[in-house]
């Protein structure tokens, strides 16, 4: 897994559209997808906590995030454990201020490593590699995405969608016992964002990790 589960965490949070009534006959894959495709892009708000195994709180985040699909989002972190992720359909950058560091990926290869990223792309193949299941409690609907490969490192991501279709929550489950819910607020949904937003460009005097070039 990439950096660490905050990483993981940015690589996400997607959808909230408003969804069409669902046929009866379609699959939770399905559904979810159908909800993916109604999101253009997403602006908001988010809180992010990250607990252990006996439930304790490790890590609390905040900041704010801008997705525009297909395959772009800026994922930023506020101080004091300022991060900043940006991938702009091609590369995926991400610096961490404390160390100084941008490490960068290939954002196809990251894509297979978190289904976070498959989010980004509602057409992309490998949404093959994992399963869907739907859980309805008042109005909300949950949709949890497992890896068919038990390998992966992820175990588990929820999304949970507010009545509405308003996409409310992220639960990431790594697996080993460490828990990272995300929640949203303030969402903009299918305003203009310009693509020029997602250009990065790696500061001055900053060292880089270019993973790229190990493939």
């Known amino acids: 897994m990439m950096k660490s589960l905050a990483i993981a965490a940015g690589l996400w949070v997607v959808a909230s559209g408003v969804a069409a009534a669902q046929e009866p006959q379609q699959s939770e894959q399905a559904q979810l997808i159908e909800r993916l495709e109604e999101l253009n892009t997403l602006q908001a708000n988010f809180v992010q906590l990250v607990k252990d195994a006996d439930g304790e709180l490790v890590q609390q985040l905040q900041g704010a995030m801008v997705l525009k699909r297909p395959n772009k989002l800026i994922w930023q972190t506020d101080a004091p454990d300022e991060t900043l992720l940006v991938a702009n359909g091609e590369t995926l950058w991400y610096y961490n201020a404390f160390i100084e560091q941008v490490t960068i990926y290939d954002q ?106 190990r493939n």
Not at 183 to 211: C, H, I, K, W
């Open 108 to 213: 196809a290869e990251a894509v297979a490593q978190s289904p976070l990223l498959l989010l980004l792309d509602a057409e992309n193949n490998d949404w093959q590699n994992y399963n869907v299941s739907i859980q309805t409690d008042a109005g909300e609907h949950s949709y949890t995405i497992t890896p068919k490969d038990s390998a992966q490192n992820i175990s588990s991501l929820t999304l949970r969608f507010a009545e509405g279709a308003i996409l409310s929550r992220i639960t990431l489950d790594d697996g080993q016992g460490q828990v990272s819910e995300i929640g949203l607020s303030e969402q903009v949904m299918n305003e203009r964002v310009s693509d020029l937003r997602f250009d990065y460009e790696v500061p001055a005097n900053t060292d880089v990790d270019d993973q790229r070039s």
